[in-house]
């Protein structure tokens, strides 16, 4: 009788033909799983790519300097699927790296108080990135675009990209509040005269914050990337003039003046200096009786929409802006058209308004024809007078066949705006927005806002009943049908 006719021969050849077999599956998909961890492809297949990073993107955070730890305080109530989907592919794209990685925490503030006191954060929806000793907030509101209201596109890539690159650059933006003229201080708690909380607010924000005092410098400092002046009131002599118009002509430098009604520019010596930016500020006390609170307090509505400073605001239909007394401030309609200089009308008065230049106080303020400033016919915006204005020049050198980004100057009409006691949610996105565009750290990177997909389903109570007991005896009754027609087959 033959080996392989004997039953305990098969029953061996059988058994190690199972042996076999289940080694072999192993071996599958433990060689898949290590292709999928070591070789691991990914395809996005959704319409608008909503899980792909940009090339823009890549190219820059796959060659960080430095290691980015972004910290989400994403409540389990908020619907933001974009929000923690965009910054796990962040984490992915570099997670390979060691010098440059990117890592993600996810933080419940009420939960967690100690690692939220040790943040300075209080509230769901914001966004903490964290590179060495910099450090940079975002909101989640300010990763949309608003349309009536409603979140209309997503534009996160776009914000937190930007943001990477600012917290993992080692240098830090450094603005100079300047003193020597009665201005508003930044190292004063109060609410009239001081600037402590913009300060506060600038520094959780990775700049550096100084005071600059001209009367005892000869030249301003060499890494200082914005100028603030804020409400002077007293002249600047003849040397700091110079000093101001070298810096944003020769340096490219970036200076942003408030200036409170009542002191003229002739007598602060400011007037070449805004004239060579085509900005022109009137002796006068804007009066707009359609926009008056009962503290007599300028509430401005009309905002340039596409404008970095005042896009943000238009977008989210925020509160109106809420100043003291307040100077029209207008394009110089005899500014040189050919001098290289953008400047636009950032934010504007009713069509009502008037400058009062003979204003007395306890008279009753009223439109007197020829002496009272009115809004210059064709000029934007239409029948408005300015408040704020801001100015940029960029110049073609060497016959390139693009600009080059000169200076920058913003100048409102208002010196009180940013005090500790006005600093509000808007006058505070203002003027973040102000100091972000001034030293370009609102990098336009290229990269378009996706739309938002939504999908659901409604269904009623009857709905819910069917699926219910579709699931739970439909397909496992079909299965036993299934089962059973197999058996008498088989059977037959």
Same mark, same amino acid.
């Given at each position: 009788m033959a080996l392989t006719d004997s039953f305990r021969a098969v029953r061996w050849i059988r058994t190690l033909n199972l042996v076999l077999q289940a080694v072999l599956v192993v071996t599958f998909f433990g060689g898949l799983n290590y292709v999928a961890k070591n070789h691991a492809w990914r395809f996005d297949l959704t319409q608008q790519r909503k899980f792909s990073l940009s090339p823009e993107s890549l190219s820059y955070v796959k060659n960080l300097p430095r290691p980015v730890h972004v910290v989400v305080t994403l409540s389990n109530d908020e619907d933001n699927p974009e929000v923690k989907g965009l910054i796990d592919e962040y984490v992915y794209a570099t997670e390979e790296r060691t010098a440059g990685r990117i890592t993600k925490e996810s933080l419940d503030v009420y939960q967690n108080r100690r690692r939220s006191e040790e943040l300075g954060v209080d509230q769901a929806g914001i966004i903490v990135l964290l590179s060495g000793d910099k450090r940079r907030i975002v909101t989640v509101d300010e990763l949309y675009t608003m349309k009536d209201k409603k979140r209309d596109t997503f534009r996160g890539e776009q914000v937190l990209t930007s943001a990477i690159l600012d917290v993992s650059m080692l240098k830090r933006e450094k603005v100079y509040f300047v003193t020597g003229h009665g201005e508003l201080r930044i190292d004063n708690s109060d609410a009239q005269i001081g600037l402590s909380a913009l300060r506060a607010q600038l520094k959780v924000r990775n700049f550096e914050v100084e005071p600059l005092d001209f009367t005892a410098t000869r030249k301003i400092p060499a890494d200082a990337s914005l100028l603030v002046v804020v409400a002077p009131q007293s002249a600047f002599s003849r040397l700091e003039q110079e000093m101001l118009r070298q810096y944003l002509s020769a340096s490219a430098g970036r200076l942003m003046l408030f200036l409170h009604p009542g002191r003229s520019t002739t007598a602060l010596g400011l007037d070449d200096l805004l004239l060579d930016w085509g900005v022109l500020v009137n002796q006068d006390i804007i009066v707009d009786p359609d926009n008056l609170t009962e503290n007599l307090e300028l509430l401005v509505r009309a905002l340039a929409p596409t404008h970095p400073i005042t896009k943000s605001l238009v977008e989210s239909g925020s509160q109106p802006l809420r100043m003291g007394a307040a100077r029209s401030v207008i394009p110089d309609p005899g500014r040189s058209l050919g001098a290289g200089l953008n400047v636009v009308t950032l934010a504007a008065t009713s069509t009502n308004a008037w400058g009062e230049r003979g204003f007395r106080a306890g008279e009753v303020p009223r439109y007197d024809p020829g002496v009272d400033t009115r809004p210059i016919a064709g000029m934007d915006p239409p029948d408005r007078l300015g408040v704020i204005v801001a100015s940029e020049r960029l110049a073609v050198r060497d016959n390139l066949p693009f600009s080059v980004p000169g200076?920058?100057?913003?100048?409102?009409?208002?010196?009180?705006?940013?005090?500790?006691?006005? $600093?509000?949610? #808007?006058?505070?996105? &203002?003027?973040?927005?102000?100091?972000?565009?001034?030293?370009?750290?609102?990098?336009? $990177?290229?990269? #378009?806002?996706?739309? &938002?997909?939504?999908?659901?389903?409604?269904?009623?109570?009857?709905?819910?009943t069917r699926l219910r007991y579709a699931l739970l005896l439909a397909l496992p009754g079909a299965a036993l049908l299934l089962g059973l027609l197999v058996y008498w087959t088989r059977r037959a």
């Open positions: 200076g920058k100057l913003v100048v409102f009409g208002t010196g009180d705006l940013v005090a500790n006691g006005r $600093l509000d949610n #808007a006058s505070l996105l &203002i003027a973040l927005n102000a100091v972000n565009w001034a030293v370009d750290r609102d990098h336009q $990177l290229a990269i #378009a806002p996706r739309p &938002i997909e939504r999908f659901q389903l409604s269904l009623t109570a009857t709905d819910f």
